[in-house]
């Protein structure tokens, strides 16, 4: 496989709008009917977030988007819950109490289209096996890449630091433009690979990349063992490492760490990630490799640049992207 092919992401947000379209006069759909027609039902609140930002909703009729109960939830035109309700009795579809009444007769899911979801969980399986797992040595300097959304745009940032995260060495942002796809849990990295893929191209251009690079996203700990982190180390071929604030899959083998201790993350049987309390006064992060680097080191290493919860490389990145975005 192309390892570039995992930067090309569809424009799900489109997608979605598109789908609209479809739903004829006098019928509803609900949420969680176009997150399967896209091929996930996890999907269901990333339809939401797109039916809440539309800007068109004359051209993209998103009144026509109900609950999955038949209640008729809320919409973002001029007149909020009061016009969508208005806009369905005018084609004759019968709301009581906020509620469809005759929902089943009037509720819509033959969409035509070719769902994009299990294709990228296809390229997600395909993922792991391109992830190289070795020790690096020695580690001369560390990065922290992470992307944040405000009224400026999208913007990713890149900042490394000496190895023992004391000192910024360099800085590099990347700003664009609209987001194509929503956030969906599991697949993270194709809404935010595309702003990081053109953040490191200038960072290698510029002056090549730190040793190691930390990543605000999941490594392999992820249900199909392809997060952020790992998309990202593959398409560059570049030792990464993920870092997650929250456990989105697995499980810690004994009780939540003390300052300065790791516990294991098992999926599945398999050590696939570390849960480590970096701060006393925050919550543990979650570690895994992303590409290229051990486990046990990518751990030690964490512990070593982290004088917050984050690694300070990432914080930096953090505050470099939000203070950019806003």
């Not at 005018?90 to 009037?106: A, L, M, P, T």
């Not at 433009?177 to 690979?193: H, N, Q, S, T, W």
């Not at 700990?221 to 790992?230: E, I, M, V």
């Not at 810690?252 to 006393?280: C, H, M, Y």
């Amino acid at each position: 496989m192309d390892k570039r092919s995992l930067t090309e992401v569809p424009d799900l947000k489109k997608m979605i709008l598109e789908l609209l379209v479809q739903i004829p006069e006098g019928m509803v759909t609900s949420y969680r009917d176009i997150a399967e027609a896209l091929g996930d039902g996890s999907a269901a609140r990333a339809v939401g977030t797109v039916m809440s930002n539309n800007d068109e909703p004359e051209r993209y009729p998103c009144w026509r988007v109900v609950r999955s109960t038949g209640e008729v939830g809320k919409y973002s035109g001029s007149g909020g819950r009061d016009e969508k309700i208005g806009k369905m009795r005018d084609e004759g579809i019968e709301v009581e109490d906020g509620k469809i009444n005759n929902f089943s007769e009037v509720r819509y899911d033959e969409f035509d289209v070719d769902p994009p979801l299990p294709r990228l969980r296809r390229l997600q399986n395909k993922l792991e096996e391109m992830v190289e797992i070795k020790p690096i040595d020695p580690v001369g300097s560390v990065s922290g890449v992470d992307v944040s959304y405000g009224q400026a745009g999208v913007v990713a940032a890149y900042v490394e630091m000496d190895d023992r995260g004391e000192e910024i060495l360099y800085r590099k942002t990347f700003r664009k433009d609209g987001v194509k796809f929503p956030y969906i849990p599991g697949y993270l990295a194709f809404r935010e690979l595309p702003f990081m893929d053109e953040l490191m191209k200038r960072v290698q251009e510029d002056r090549g990349f730190s040793d190691v690079v930390f990543v605000d996203g999941n490594g392999l700990l992820h249900p199909r063992r392809a997060g952020l982190a790992t998309h990202l180390g593959v398409v560059l071929d570049h030792p990464t490492i993920g870092i997650a604030k929250k456990l989105l899959c697995g499980e810690v083998k004994g009780d939540s760490p003390d300052e300065g201790e790791q516990r294991e993350v098992r999926l599945a049987g398999d050590r696939i990630g570390l849960e480590i309390k970096t701060f006393n006064r925050a919550n543990p992060i979650y570690v895994s490799i992303g590409n290229r680097i051990k486990l046990v080191q990518a751990g030690d290493l964490t512990g070593k640049i982290s004088t917050y919860k984050l690694p300070e490389p990432l914080r930096q990145a953090h505050k470099t992207a939000k203070d950019k975005a806003t």
